[in-house]
C-alpha cells in the first residue's frame, strides 16, 4: 500500500514500539512528520533509527520533540499545520496500570483529552488512536466484536474504554473524525524486551537467546489473538486515509482473527530460533500463576474493520515470529 498524496503528520509516542513502525513506513512514502515523545517507555534507538532512514528517503522530512503529550498548549503549538493526528503515546501494560493507576490515568486519559484539544484547536480532522482489546474486559464471547465489551478488569483498560468515550465527544461536540482502533497483542521487530511490563513475545525472544528459561503466567492454555506489527500500520494507514464516513467515531478490531495459546507460543518461538540456529535447544518452559487482572482467551471478529475500512491481516503469527525472531 502507497500513499499516493503527501500530508503532514503529528504522530505521538514516536519513540515507542507501534508509533516507531508507523514513522517508518510514512517516512518510506516520502510524507512530513512531527514526532513526540517523552522517553517515557519509548526507546531513543527508535528515534536513531527512523533518523537513519531519512538518508534512505530524501523526499520525507522527520522532526522529533522530546515533549510530554499532557502539555496540551505544547501539542497544539507542534500540531499547527499538519493534517493527521496519529496518536499512540500511552502509558501500557495491565500489571502496570494495576501498581500505577493514576499513572496510567494521567498519561492514557489526560493525554488524550490533551491531543483532542490540539486537534480541535488547529482544525485537524481526522484522529487515528490507539485503544486495546483489553475495553472487553470480561465478556466471555468468542470471537470480540465491538458492540459487544464487558466489564473492564484493569485501570488499563478503563483509561483506554474512556478514551473511547471521549473520541465520540469530540465528535459530537466539535465534529472530529476519531477513529480507534483495539489492538490484539502486537509484535514484532524493535519490541523492547527488557522490564517487568515487556511484552510475552519480546521478553520470551530475549530470554531465550541470553539462555534464560521463560516462563507461562497460567497452566499455558490462555490464548491470544497475536497481531504482528505490519497489520497495526496498515490499520493505522487505512483509518487515517479513509473517506468512508461510516467508519469515524468508531472502534475497530485489529488482529489476525487467529487464536494461539500460549503454550504454541512458546513452541512457535522455540522453532524460530532453532531454524535460525541448529544448535539452539529450548528449554522446557516454567509455569508460574495466573497473571492479575488478565483475561483468559481473547480472539477478534475483524470484519468490521474490513468492511468500513477495508483492513485485511497480511503477516499471520507464525511468519511474524519468524520475522521478528531475526532481530534477536
Known sequence: MKLEKKNKWFVTGAAG???????????QNGQDIIAVD???????????????????????SFSFYNEN????????ELSNG????????????????????????????????????????????????????????????????????????SPYAATKAINEVYADAYKAAYNLEPIGLRYFNVFGPRQNPEGVYAAVIPKWLGELTSGKTPVINGDG????????????????????????QKAFGEAFNIACEERTSLTELYEYIA????????????????????????????????????DLLGYI??????????ITSKAY
Not at 87 to 111: D, K, M, T, W
Not at 122 to 147: C, F, M, Q, T, W
Not at 289 to 302: P, Q
Open 313 to 322: 491481516p497480511k503477516v499471520l503469527v507464525k511468519e511474524g515470529i519468524e
Open 69 to 76: 503529550i499532557c502539555d496540551t498548549e505544547k501539542m497544539i
Open 221 to 244: 492454555t490462555t490464548s491470544r489473538d497475536f497481531c504482528f506489527v505490519d497489520n497495526a500500520v496498515q490499520a493505522n494507514i487505512l483509518a487515517a486515509i479513509t473517506d468512508n
Open 271 to 306: 522453532k524460530a530460533l532453532e531454524n535460525r540456529n541448529v544448535d539452539f535447544k529450548a528449554p522446557e518452559v516454567k509455569y508460574t500463576d495466573f497473571r492479575k487482572g488478565d483475561i483468559k482467551h481473547s480472539l477478534a471478529s475483524v470484519k468490521k474493520a474490513n
Open 17 to 27: 514500539f507501534i508509533a516507531s513502525h508507523i514513522c517508518d513506513y510514512l517516512i
Open 38 to 60: 517523552n522517553f517515557l517507555t519509548g526507546q531513543q534507538s527508535n528515534i536513531d533509527y527512523l533518523n537513519n532512514q531519512l538518508s534512505k528517503f530524501p523526499g520525507a
Open 82 to 153: 499538519c493534517d493527521k493526528i496519529i496518536h499512540q503515546a500511552a502509558l501500557g501494560s495491565v500489571p502496570r496500570s494495576i501498581e500505577l493507576p493514576i499513572n496510567s490515568h494521567e498519561n492514557n486519559v489526560n493525554g488524550f483529552i490533551s491531543i483532542l484539544e490540539a486537534a480541535r484547536a488547529n482544525n485537524i480532522k481526522r484522529v487515528v488512536y490507539a485503544s486495546s482489546s483489553s475495553v472487553y474486559g470480561d465478556s466471555p464471547k468468542l470471537p470480540k466484536v465491538e458492540e459487544d465489551t464487558g466489564k473492564v478488569l
